[in-house]
Structures are given as C-alpha cells and as structure tokens.
C-alpha cells in the first residue's frame, strides 16, 4: 500500500496526473482506513482545481483519523483560495494544533490573518514561518509588511533589505522599502529604492505615485 501511495505522489510530482489518481485510487481500493491516501488524493484533486472533491477527501481523512494535521492544512487552503478566510483560520489553525509544525502551515495561517486585517496576530505566525525556513522569501516579506503596519519600521526595513538581497528583482519589496524610509524622513533613501522598484518594474504604479509626492515635498 504504502508503494502504491509514494508511486502516486511520484507520478503527481511528474505532473502524470491520471497515473497518480489511478495509483490513489488503488490504494484506497487496498487500505480504505488509511486516511494519507485521502489527504494525497485531496492534494491532486486540488492541484487539478477540483476543489469541491478536493475537499471532501479531506472531509474522509478527518473522518478516519481527526488528528490528521496535514487534513486540515489541505482544507484550510481550498477555503483560502475561495476567500472564506474565517473558515481558512479555523483549518489552518487545527492543523498546527494537531502537529503541522511546518513553515507553510504558519506562513498561511499568517496570510489569512493579515487579509482579515488581524495584523497583530498574524505577525508571530509569520514570524514563526520565517524562523522554519529563512530561504522563505514571501514569508519574509509579508513578515515585512506585517511590522510595517504595527509601525515597527526599523524591523520592517530589516526583513524587506533579506527580502531584496535572496531576490533582487523583488520590485514590491524595494516599494515598501522606499515608503519604510519615507515613514523615517529619509527622503533620498526612500526616493532610491523607489528607483530601484522602477527599475525593476517600470508601470509599478503605487511606486510612481509614491516617488511624485516625495518629488513634490522636496521642494
């Protein structure tokens, strides 16, 4: 059984994805009780946008096993992407307590309480993603902007300078980074990484308008 499951996530990782849901599906033919074949099968479906069956594989994990941490994570993301973001919470947040202790599984309960706007909650999730994996860069950065909005600035300009260095095309970084010196009075910084965001991405358009108004104060 536990072949048929590895060969499945192989195919799957191979992009075969009629080979891996006919391999998911003897597995569970093999050893229905086994709900990682579910989460597997959950996890193809939603690579293949079928995200109401994806769910419902889900749905039978738990079913079988209510501590099966990667369930929830699977579910909490199809409610993410469908922007049900209390219904995101929920599963991301069971899913850390049943075990999930992985970057991805922080990073996104982070993510879901940064769009709720729940800014002061979401910074230790995200900060907890970063510390699991420092090659994160979207965890860095949305760990940025997070600190940005509690107005830690100098904090903010530490995580988005990380962000810049691992990917220097990072246009939305070097933005943030212009308005982070901007919120210090460091017009000639600020004005320098809004050039950089624009050399990045020319029509970055919160970059432009950005780089006017400090233009205008200057004189």
Do not use: W
């Not at 039978?60 to 501590?67: F, G, Q, Y």
């Not at 729940?118 to 760990?143: C, G, S, T």
């Amino acid at each position: 059984m536990t072949d048929k499951n590895q060969l499945g996530i192989q195919y799957m990782q191979e992009g075969k994805f009629e080979e891996a849901a006919k391999t998911f599906s003897e597995a569970i033919e093999d050893n229905p009780k086994d709900p990682i074949v579910y989460v597997n099968f959950g996890n193809l479906l939603a690579a293949v946008s079928e995200m109401d069956r994806a769910l419902k594989f889900y749905e039978r994990a738990i079913e079988l096993d209510e501590e099966t941490a990667t369930a929830y994570y699977g579910a909490g993301n199809i409610y993410f992407n469908a922007e049900q973001l209390e219904q995101a919470k929920h599963y991301f947040d069971l899913a850390i307590k049943k075990g999930l202790d992985s970057s991805d599984a922080y990073f996104m309960l982070g993510l879901t309480l940064f769009h709720m706007e729940e800014i002061r909650f979401a910074m230790p999730y995200l900060q907890r993603a970063v510390e699991l994996n420092e090659h994160d860069v979207e965890a860095k950065f949305q760990y940025g902007l997070c600190l940005a909005q509690l107005e830690m600035v100098d904090e903010a300009i530490a995580e988005f300078l990380k962000v810049v260095n691992q990917e220097p095309e990072h246009a939305d970084a070097f933005y943030n980074l212009g308005v982070a010196y901007a919120m210090k009075d460091d017009k000639d910084k600020a004005i320098e990484m809004l050039d950089e965001a624009l050399n990045v991405q020319p029509d970055h358009v919160m970059a432009v308008n950005a780089k006017q108004v400090l233009s205008t104060l200057e004189h």
